[in-house]
């Protein structure tokens, strides 16, 4: 099973901040990530697929990359409505696993 | 429009059954495939196990021997069936579409499964 481990687990940010989430596969599982993110009562949104592919509708301050085992999520200017729990998602090998997620607080 | 809604007794208890239905519209359980993926309180995401367009199936290791996927096309419905309750399964059970190219771009409300005498 490929074990997703997220980076950090919470980070304080501020409005307008640079933000970078990791996420490292224990084995390579190519592009196969996903990124989701979830605020609370809420149901998990796609913002990513396939390591950098932006989902419809998704804003361009949202960039993801990597490839292998290593992957990043990068929002380039933080917005209030982006404080949630972003999670990564493999799908290179059955079972499918997700990250642990990292929550973005404000400072 | 695409939509996910699952159903299912809101409590359970230890050592029973849960059974839970997800109620898709908007497209076909043939073209597209179904994942459940569940959240315990306070917790992160579990991706619980799939039934694909083809009608086979996959599943967490952790649950495989007690978990079942189903799905009645005519009815457009997927069924999550698992035994053998503990109360670390008290979660919300989420069911998702997968569509081209492995994205879970819609998901339901979630159903909360509370495990207890």
């Known amino acids: 099973e490929t074990v997703m481990t997220q980076s950090p687990t919470s980070m304080s940010t501020s409005i307008g901040e640079r933000v970078t989430l990791n996420c490292k596969a224990s084995?390579?599982?190519?592009?196969?990530v996903d990124w989701y993110q979830q605020t609370p009562g809420q149901s998990p949104k796609l913002l990513i697929y396939?390591?950098?592919n932006r989902h419809t509708g998704v804003p361009d301050r949202f960039t993801g990359s990597g490839f292998g085992r290593d992957f990043t999520l990068t929002i380039s200017n933080m917005e209030a409505e982006d404080l949630a729990v972003y999670y990564c998602?493999?799908?290179?090998?059955?079972?499918?696993?997700f990250g642990g997620g990292t929550k973005l607080e404000l400072k | 429009q695409v939509q996910l809604k699952e159903s299912g007794p809101g409590l359970v208890q230890p050592s029973q059954t849960l059974s839970l239905t997800c109620t898709v519209s908007?497209?076909?359980?043939?073209?597209?495939?179904v994942h459940w993926v569940r959240q315990p309180p306070g917790k992160g995401l579990e991706w619980v196990g799939a039934?694909?367009?083809?009608?086979?199936?996959d599943y967490n290791s952790a649950l495989k021997s007690r978990l079942n996927i189903s799905r009645d096309t005519s009815k457009s419905q997927a069924f999550l069936k698992m035994n053998s309750l503990q109360t670390e399964d008290t979660a919300i059970y989420f069911c998702?579409?997968?569509?081209?190219?492995?994205?879970?771009?819609?998901w339901g409300q979630g159903a909360s499964v509370t495990v207890s005498s």
């Open positions: 998702t579409r997968l569509d081209h190219p492995y994205v879970m771009d819609a």
């Open positions: 908007g497209f076909s359980l043939t073209s597209n495939s």
């Open positions: 039934i694909w367009s083809g009608g086979s199936t």
């Open positions: 084995q390579s599982v190519g592009i196969n």
């Open positions: 396939g390591a950098s």
């Open positions: 998602l493999q799908y290179g090998s059955i079972p499918w696993t």
